[in-house]
């Protein structure tokens, strides 16, 4: 079996081009991969860092999250995979920002990369900051955060709710053991009742019949709407800032995605906290985000409010994302959708990268990549299609 | 659950009868049997008439090789067998269960002392790989760990014994006791030592060739529970890594793992037959390696049936076990 892979060359497939590593180029590759990954986690196994490190100012107070010029690499054998590629955009206080597009364009990576939680060692950030206002005022720029001082920000101060409720919750405890354990680590002088007393009354304020009963349960006794539940229940115990909604109701069936839906917008006009919603579902979107950034292979192609994403899409990517959900007046009984497929990430050509889907594709578009064009204080999109912004304050849009 | 194991039990006599017959065929038909390897020698110089030969087989039960007639002494085995008679065995001249219940206990300490080490030092390096996966570490103790597991016992007992027994002149060659020394009767802890001064190269064969599985299948099942999504959720929570590896990790580890434990511990009875061998200890492999070679019948039928039951037992075991680690398990 060794042999054969031996000789059978690593592939790269790519839409239009498929081709394969020779044994030079793949053996430069992983030094190249361990050279870099050497060097970042020993930045990060760094011990008794200074704060002044790690702590900076926002640019906007209003803000809870800044990301800025994010890049998030993947480093693996057959090359990097830039799974973040320069992300920017804000999560104000008490606002709730909806991520879309398709699967593996770096939803998930980037709120990941916010929870340190990219998977090491391959996984790394490798530019970029993330500028997070704690509830205790400083302001932190959480990839440069030490391990031991995200472990009190995480699932005290951001706490995230994931897709898959079925395998989100560890099976061989019970429910409340699982609940308990977050208070008992977050909370200073939290004793087992108290803690006990209070995972009750969060599954009780989710909407858990039975509260008490759920406590004693195991995972595997619940049903996958109880359990996405618990798992907000959970998120919400040490009463966060932000809660990272993983595509909360892709697992769900349509009637308790609703019922989930709904919790969500309760929980956070009663935590007054920030929500950021990550799905490919437009209807969800819809119905709960404030505002709304739109991703493609690694990058934001446009980003603006609800009304705006909505109502006035400017980048061709956003307009068939738009025209691809069901509206129920369709005249012909098909589904539009967008050609093609996301291009392979690995070595990603410097031109738009939506160019090979494109149906309004023009010459110019095969040049560098657009820059983020601005056409509202809050809308921004990266084509050139609409041209030169209306919105005078153009210099703000640097990406 | 009570229902459950007596269902299990019922089958497992089932099985225990159908390996009996297998066993019992599979001895009678080997071609030379008790009586000709005891009588080869007598035969050859004269002193023995194959008339002789054949009024000793007959004595013994061993004339009839027809179907019926294994058929015939097979059912007579079973009888007394059911009632708890294994027979008499032909070499040891002893009833056999009593060759058994007199050496399976040296197997046992040597297999149990080893299945202890083993557990010790396979789970927190399996672990310790798991969590560096990819590290220095993680390669050298899997490259160690494979080479436990391929070496066959006899070769590494050679190897151990020429470099500690041979050249170094560390440990004894081989037995139970030192042979040149004569110990008071009541020099019990001289007399104990002594022993166990004996037994340290066998356990550490034994140790070394298994430590390695149980690393290897620590490390598998690790990786496995590491990547998956509650981890991610108990990272999220803001535990330590720490926490995370021990009581969230381990504990979902434990399940394949004490199962798999745990069925292993009806087998400790079963003697260690090469390496009990190699080391010339007298322990219940050891006994039952040389019955085989004579082609005592009864011993390998008691022998063989002991193993089969500690088998069964073992399953049954490791499948109970699973309803005590696993709260999804529910037996009915």
Known sequence: MGLKNFFERKKIEGVDNTMYL?????????????????????????KNVPEEEYLTQMRDPNNVVEFDNLHTYFFTDVGTVKSVNGV?????????????GESGCGKSVTSLSLMQLVQAPTGQIVEGSIRYQAGDGKCYDIPKVPKDRMLKLRGKEISMIFQEPMTSLNPVFRIGEQMDEVILL??????????????????????????????????????????QRVMIAMALLCNPRLIIADEPTTAL??????????????????????????????????????LVVVMYAGRIIEKGTVREIFHDPKH?????????????????????????????PINMPDHCYFLNRCDMAMDICHGEYPKMIQYSPTHFAACYLCGESSFPKNDLAKE | MLKYILKRLG??????????????????????????????????????????????????????????????????????????????????????????????WLSFMIAFISYILEIAIGIPMGIKASVNQYSAYDYTVSVFAMMGTAL???????????????????????????????????????????????????ITVLTLLNAGYIMKFTRTNMLEVLNSDYIRTARAKGLSEKTVTYKHAFRNT????????????????????????????????????????????????????????????????????YMVVDPRVKLS
């Open chain 1, 316 to 344: 061709p990517y956003t307009i068939g994302l738009m025209r691809s959900k069901p509206s129920g007046k369709l005249k012909d009984n098909r589904l539009y959708s967008i050609k093609g497929q996301v291009p392979n």
């Open chain 2, 254 to 321: 434990m399940i394949p793992l004490v199962t798999t434990l745990s069925g292993m511990i009806p087998g400790l009875f079963g003697g260690a037959m090469i390496t009990e061998t190699v080391f010339a200890i007298p322990g219940i492999g050891y006994m039952a390696l040389r019955a085989t070679l004579q082609g005592d019948i009864p011993f390998i039928m008691g022998y063989n049936m002991f193993l089969a039951v500690l088998t069964v037992l073992g399953m049954l075991i490791s499948d109970l076990m």
């Open chain 1, 22 to 46: 020779t044994l030079r180029e793949e053996r430069r590759i992983s030094k190249e991969n361990n050279r870099i990954i050497k060097y970042y986690e020993r930045q990060k196994a760094r």
């Open chain 2, 11 to 104: 089958l497992a006599f089932i099985i225990l009868i159908g390996a009996s017959i297998l066993i019992y065929m599979l001895s009678m038909l080997m071609p030379a049997d008790f009586i000709d390897t005891q009588t080869a020698a007598a035969l050859q110089s004269g002193a023995m008439t194959m008339d002789d030969v054949m009024r000793l087989k007959e004595l013994y039960g061993l004339a009839d090789k027809s179907f019926g007639g294994i058929m015939k002494s097979y059912f007579s085995w079973l009888k007394s067998a059911l009632s708890g008679d294994l027979g008499f065995s032909f070499l040891y001249q002893k009833p056999v269960t009593k060759v058994l219940s007199e050496y399976i």
């Open chain 2, 152 to 202: 066959p016992s006899f070769f590494l007992s050679a190897l151990l014994l020429n470099v500690f027994a041979i050249k170094l002149r560390i440990f004894p060659l081989q037995g139970l006791t030192t042979a040149t020394k004569i110990f008071d009767k009541n020099a019990y802890i001289q007399i104990f030592l002594d022993k166990a001064w004996h037994l340290v190269l066998p």
């Open chain 1, 253 to 290: 069936d349509v009637t308790i995605q609703a019922q989930i839906l709904e919790l969500l917008r309760e929980v956070k006009e009663r935590i007054n906290g920030s929500i950021m919603l990550i799905t490919h579902d437009l209807g969800v979107i819809a119905e709960m985000a404030d």
């Open chain 1, 186 to 227: 977050h909370e200073e002088g939290a004793t087992p009742e108290i803690a006990k007393e209070r995972s009750i009354a969060m599954l009780k304020s989710v909407g858990i019949p039975m509260p008490d009963k759920i406590y004693t349960k195991y995972p595997h006794e619940l049903s996958g709407g109880m359990r």
């Open chain 1, 88 to 100: 920017t955009f804000d999560v104000p206080i008490g606002k709730t920002v909806g991520m879309v």
